[in-house]
């Protein structure tokens, strides 16, 4: 054994112990930045948590206990989208609906009541109304006041022709004048500023910093703060770093400008008592999301499914398309898919994003939310109707075809309808196909597992194969070698090339996935391709189609 090949032997456990802890790090960077670094988004998760049971993680749950910060979270979130929509279209609100609450008014029973008049064609997603930051249930006309002052909030989310979803709320306040003192409620109480003291006495008073800071989600880059010391002697100092950059005032009033996303401010107090040094320090995060505005927020630019589509059977794979306002593609990260109030995790990632939904019989409620990488986001949903099919019934035709163009075979089976059977995988489908045609098939892993076709066989299917000179180019070109590995009767992986075999195309898009995990519905188009370049030849080199094929396809 050479002295490089010991030295590799060390360092190779070495390389992998430091892969591992890199790989642990990163995907801890990424739990960390989506349950801290986007509390709006968690936020929300809770709110519905409360209602269907989802699961969110314990990190934001902590940050988000209350019930109170969760409201003012979302109200601030529809606010916030409204008025950039507003600012950007300069002109005055649309009403969309109105209330016979008249605001600002004294009335004298605890028993409310008001009505709600759409004024648009709309369709509506959700109706919400909040009295003092508690959401009624299930609305009747009818809310429940204190004493005092009451803050009713009215919050109608609606549903546009493209399925996105937009949300508009109106804000009032109603006073209530009890004749009577026996059922006084305690008056409504504001937040007040942190304090943070230092129990180190200085002539009896407490040392300590006064600040409204907060850990928050603010939608606006520019943030103002108050921050000053309380009971310090002449030497007390106080420094304020936002993002390890130190900020002055001349007075205990900031204003300062955010990064997108998350922001650290550092207070630090220090002053001398009792001949000892002080010191207090307090960090703050401040998460900035822009407003999505017609102008910015992220859209679907492609999905497999309509609004109202009738579905024969349960099973269905959704294939969605999402990119930011500047073009960038937006991946499974920044797309929360919902049936029914049950999060669906996604499947793969290839030319789409890829999620496998099981329907209910009947009416099914599909909800897409799609977040950009500066937290900007778009609400879409859709109502899909599926008639329930038992196994083994027929619920559409797929069109299948398999060809060797680049072989100049042509297509070995033309065009041709095929029935698809409930309960029966992409996989039991082709393996039916070719079976019920007279093929014989090799496959790596099974039906339901990890299928992958390997070789089609059947007498003479590659008898006339002939590479065509100018592929013949294209390959060698691309430093690959031609081998005379291959049989008149059968076709497949390491025919003509190491880089040869069968690839898969549905519905226009070559996929990177196995057929057990793939499903069909009625109308879908399945191709069966085979290649002599890892698909660079017939244009399934990349995932979204471009980069690394040849300039000619075949």
């Given at each position: 054994m ?5 030295i ?15 790989g642990?790090f990163?995907?801890?960077s ?9 509390p709006l988004?968690?936020a929300v ?8 049971n989802i699961?969110?993680?314990?990190t934001?749950l902590?940050k988000l206990?209350?019930k109170?910060?969760?409201?003012k979270?979302?109200i601030?979130e ?10 950007l279209?300069?002109?005055?609100k ?5 209330t016979?609450?008249k605001?600002k008014e ?11 008049t759409h004024l648009?064609k ?7 109304v909040y009295?003092n930051?508690?959401?009624i ?15 009713i ?11 996105k ?17 026996n059922?006084?409620?305690p ?10 003291t ?7 008073k ?5 600040t409204?800071?907060?850990?928050k989600?603010?939608?606006?880059e520019?943030?103002s ?5 309380n ?10 770093v936002?993002?390890?950059?130190t ?8 204003s300062v400008a955010?990064?997108?996303?998350s922001n650290?401010?550092r ?7 009792k001949g000892?040094?002080?010191t207090?320090n307090?960090?703050y995060?401040?998460i900035?999301?822009?407003t999505a505005?017609?102008?910015t927020?992220p859209?679907?630019?492609?999905i497999?499914i309509?609004?109202e589509?009738?579905?024969?059977g349960a ?5 969605i398309l999402a990119k930011d ?5 937006i991946?499974?990260?920044g797309?929360?898919?919902k ?5 669906i995790?996604n ?8 999620y496998k939904?099981l ?13 950009d ?7 879409y949903?859709y ?11 027929k619920?559409?035709?797929i069109?299948?075809s398999?060809d060797?163009k680049?072989l100049s075979?042509?297509y070995?089976i ?5 029935d698809?059977?409930?309960?029966d995988?992409?996989a039991k489908?082709?393996?039916?196909f070719l ?6 098939y090799s496959?790596k892993?099974t039906?339901?597992d ?17 590479i065509?000179e ?6 060698k ?24 075999g ?10 990177n996935?196995n057929?057990?995990?793939a ?12 290649t002599l370049a890892?698909?660079?030849?017939i244009?399934?080199?990349s995932?979204?189609?471009s980069g690394?094929?040849?300039d000619?396809t075949?």
């Amino acid at each position: 054994m050479s002295r490089l090949q010991r030295i590799s032997q060390k360092l190779i456990p070495l390389f992998l112990l430091i892969a591992v802890a890199i790989g642990s790090f990163c995907f801890y960077s990424n739990q960390q930045y989506k349950a801290e670094e986007n509390p709006l988004k968690q936020a929300v998760a809770e709110h519905l948590e409360q209602k269907n049971n989802i699961k969110i993680p314990t990190t934001a749950l902590k940050k988000l206990n209350s019930k109170k910060s969760i409201f003012k979270k979302q109200i601030e979130e529809f606010k916030q989208t409204n008025e950039a929509k507003n600012l950007l279209e300069k002109k005055e609100k649309k009403s969309y609906f109105k209330t016979s609450i008249k605001n600002k008014e004294t009335v004298f029973n605890k028993i409310y009541k008001f009505r709600i008049t759409h004024l648009t064609k709309l369709e509506i997603k959700n109706v919400f109304v909040y009295v003092n930051e508690d959401e009624i249930s299930n609305f009747t006309g009818k809310i429940l006041l204190k004493n005092g002052e009451n803050k009713i909030l009215v919050l109608v989310r609606y549903i546009e022709k493209n399925r996105k979803i937009i949300s508009v709320f109106e804000e009032y306040t109603v006073f209530l004048k009890l004749q009577t003192t026996n059922s006084v409620t305690p008056p409504y109480s504001k937040q007040k500023a942190s304090t943070s003291t230092v129990k180190t006495t200085n002539n009896n008073k407490n040392f300590s910093i006064n600040t409204n800071l907060e850990n928050k989600t603010v939608y606006n880059e520019k943030f103002s703060f108050f921050a000053k010391l309380n009971n310090a002697s002449k030497k007390g100092e106080l420094s304020v770093v936002l993002n390890g950059k130190t900020i002055t005032s001349t007075s205990e009033n900031y204003s300062v400008a955010l990064n997108i996303g998350s922001n650290s401010i550092r207070l630090k107090a220090t002053d001398i008592i009792k001949g000892k040094t002080v010191t207090i320090n307090q960090t703050y995060t401040i998460i900035f999301i822009p407003t999505a505005n017609p102008e910015t927020e992220p859209k679907i630019e492609y999905i497999n499914i309509k609004n109202e589509q009738t579905i024969k059977g349960a099973d269905f794979l959704l294939n969605i398309l999402a990119k930011d306002f500047s073009g960038k593609r937006i991946y499974k990260n920044g797309i929360e898919v919902k049936l029914n109030d049950t999060v669906i995790r996604n499947k793969w990632d290839s030319n789409y994003s890829v999620y496998k939904l099981l329907f209910i019989d009947g009416k099914n409620t599909l909800d897409i939310r799609i977040t950009d990488n500066d937290g900007r986001f778009a609400d879409y949903s859709y109502t899909i109707n599926c008639q329930k099919a038992q196994n083994g019934e027929k619920i559409g035709k797929i069109n299948i075809s398999i060809d060797a163009k680049v072989l100049s075979l042509d297509y070995i089976i033309k065009t041709t309808d095929f029935d698809i059977i409930q309960g029966d995988n992409g996989a039991k489908t082709i393996a039916n196909f070719l079976n019920q045609n007279g093929f014989e098939y090799s496959n790596k892993g099974t039906i339901n597992d990890g299928f992958y076709l390997y070789r089609i066989t059947k007498s003479g299917i590659a008898q006339n194969a002939s590479i065509p000179e100018e592929l013949k180019k294209e390959i060698k070109n691309a430093g690959l070698t031609l081998n005379q590995k291959h049989s008149h009767d059968s076709l497949g992986e390491l025919d003509f090339t190491y880089a040869s075999g069968w690839m898969i195309k549905i519905n226009g898009n070559f996929i990177n996935y196995n057929l057990s995990d793939a499903v069909f519905k009625d109308g879908d188009t399945l191709e069966i391709r085979f290649t002599l370049a890892y698909g660079k030849d017939i244009g399934g080199y990349s995932l979204n189609g471009s980069g690394g094929n040849f300039d000619i396809t075949w």
